[in-house]
């Protein structure tokens, strides 16, 4: 599951579908397709040219005789590592056009999910930038004072320019009662290089070329977030780079259930009255599908194929029943 945008869950899904998030689903993981929910359950006998789909490995909660996902306990730590090595880049992709960089994706057979996935692969879907550190904290119960910097990915980002856009209150305080900065200007000026007691403020504008040093220049693992005044309650969105930081990269972050996401899967439209359950999985060997439900926000989302149409069959509610998601592997639409 990558970036999507709001008017829809599937951005770009269909390149990274049949690599990483492929591995995610045949774990468990839950599809979004057009708002809708699709979750895992024991398909019947396979017809031939399908295949059988395993038994879900995620909280479950039982709804109509089918089982869907449980928000309350699903985490992004929930699922298993993957299980081949791989590599995306959506520079590299046809039909593909990022609006900004976004960095390649490579991962080993055995990685976990949150080692691989960003903050920024779920910008629009999931909205994590909008948590702060102290959200996160409230959810998991870690202290959040005592949260090394080295730990929090986002600090090893900044330079002392953008550490202030992002924590503005920085500005406000005195060198002296902001050791990280303190320090980097010791590091870079020595003792009497500045006054510890003029502001952040003040003395990047005596000398504006200090909001250059950056902060991975300094041995983070030594300061806590506590050094840092607010930069719990930035947040994630206001640092520099912060959809370049991992999941794994945010303390607990994995340990956030769904259901408490700040966009979080549920609702009417996430709701398992209107949602379908995985039937069954179809080979390439399949063609002429016509009532599928897959395609993108350019070509709309009933997009048939005509041949090589790998995909899996649908069960649930009326607007869901029968109807096919063909794979991105084989499948190629404008918009992703």
Known sequence: MIRLRSSSLFYRGYFFLTGLALSLFLSGLTLFIQGKTVAQTTPPASPVGSQQLPQPTLP??????????????????????????????????????????????????????????????????????????????????????????????????????????????????????????????????????????????????????????????LPLDQYTLKDLPNAKIAQFGAFKDWSFASIEGIPTLDAVPFAKFPQPPTGPDTSPSSSGIVDIAFGAAES???????????????????????????????????????SGKYQEVRGG
């Open 288 to 326: 002429d599908r016509t009532r599928t439900i897959s395609g993108s926000n350019v070509d709309g989302y009933n997009v048939p194929c005509k041949e090589g149409c790998a995909h899996i069959e649908l069960a649930g509610s009326d607007s869901i029943l029968g109807k096919g998601w063909v």
């Open 60 to 217: 479950t909660v039982q709804y109509a005789d089918s089982l869907f996902p449980d928000w309350e306990k699903i985490t992004l730590g929930s699922f298993p590592g993957l299980e081949s090595s791989g590599q995306f880049d959506p520079q590299q992709q046809p039909l593909h056009t990022p609006p900004t960089f976004e960095p390649v994706k490579t991962w080993n057979q055995g990685d976990k999910p949150v080692q691989v996935l960003s903050l920024g692969d779920f910008t629009d879907s999931f909205k994590l930038q909008e948590f702060t550190m102290e959200d996160v904290a409230g959810i998991t119960g870690i202290d959040v004072d005592s949260i090394t910097l080295d730990k929090f990915e986002l600090v090893g980002f900044q330079d002392v320019k953008s550490l202030t856009e992002a924590i503005p209150s920085l500005l406000e305080f005195p060198i002296a009662q902001v050791p990280p900065i303190r320090d980097l200007l010791l590091k870079n000026l020595g003792p009497g290089g500045f006054d510890p007691n003029k502001t952040v403020g003040q003395t990047l504008a005596q000398a504006p070329q200090l909001g250059q040093l950056p902060m991975a220049d």
